[in-house]
């Protein structure tokens, strides 16, 4: 072999060990980077912990809250609605209470005043001046 050859290999012989130190040092460096980010990982599941409970427990808050509520509205719907129901027939007793008397006492009065107009005519006195048939239509209304 010539001297030349003998360099050759020695640089190639250089060259592979250097490759194969540089792959070592990659290797070992990727085992630290791996570690490393496995210890970030547990920190921040560690430091997510707590905080994902407690967001747990402020959704469950929430949905109790929620719930309550829906039930406080139902409820007071049923209130409005039942107070409501009970309004109108008290409206409608009262009407009917008043109505009713009046509706009477309107008759009693146009049957008085017919036995009067009776009792006038057969004393020979001139019956009273008759109303225009308007206005008897709008008594006949008035409640």
């Known amino acids: 072999m010539n001297d030349w050859s003998t360099v050759f290999l020695g640089i190639i012989a250089a060259a592979t060990l250097a490759t194969a130190v540089i ?3 990659v290797l ?3 085992g630290m980077l791996t570690k490393r980010l496995g210890r970030l990982a547990d920190q921040v599941e ?3 912990t ?3 409970a407690s967001l747990n427990a402020i ?3 929430a949905a109790k809250a929620a719930s309550l509520a829906t039930a406080q509205v139902e409820r007071v ?3 409005f609605g039942d107070a409501v129901v009970r309004l109108e027939e008290t409206m409608g007793a009262i009407q009917h ?3 009713m008397p009046a509706r009477e006492g309107a008759a009693l009065m146009v049957g008085f005043r017919a036995v009067l107009d009776s009792l006038r005519t057969g004393l020979g006195q001139r019956p009273p001046r008759s109303r225009s048939r308007a206005s ?3 008594d006949a209304l008035f409640i």
């Open 23 to 25: 792959q070592i040092a």
């Open 28 to 30: 070992i460096a990727a």
């Open 46 to 48: 560690r430091e997510l």
């Open 50 to 52: 707590p905080l994902l």
């Open 59 to 61: 959704g469950q808050d």
């Open 77 to 79: 719907d049923r209130l």
């Open 97 to 99: 209470a008043i109505a």
């Open 136 to 138: 008897d239509d709008e």
